[in-house]
């Protein structure tokens, strides 16, 4: 099993930055892939950002490009998001998940956060 804590999540005014981080513990050498997802309130869970663990390899959300960043520690088997230029819509929970070769689509994810709360105030 693979166990995953994601902190950094807060509240930001529009325009600020939020670096969100996500730890991976227990089972971690048969993850080889790592992504964020977010949920806003009465909407479905979508995908926002997505790397390889070795960190050669990103993917982005059309919404997100250009914003966000996410990266990856191997040896700290931690991957981040940093969010800049934050917008009342990036508003949500964010999840951190991992997996062995998923990509861009959450079913196919094995592992998941608990998930953290960000609040993008205008």
């Known amino acids: 099993q693979v166990q995953l804590v994601e902190s950094g999540g807060g509240l930001v005014q529009a325009g600020g930055s939020l670096r969100l981080s996500c730890a991976a513990s227990g089972r971690t050498f048969n993850i080889y892939t790592m992504g964020w997802f977010r949920q806003a309130p009465g909407k479905e869970r979508e995908f926002v950002a997505t790397v390889t663990k070795s960190g050669g390899n990103t993917d982005y959300a059309e919404s997100v490009k250009g914003r966000f960043t996410i990266s990856s520690d191997n040896a700290k088997n931690t991957v981040y998001l940093q969010m800049n230029s934050l917008k009342p819509e990036d508003t949500g929970v964010y999840y951190c998940?991992?997996?062995?070769?998923?990509?861009?689509?959450?079913?196919?994810?094995?592992?998941w956060g608990q998930g953290t709360q960000v609040t993008v105030s205008s």
């Open positions: 998940a991992a997996d062995r070769d998923a990509w861009r689509l959450g079913s196919d994810y094995d592992y």
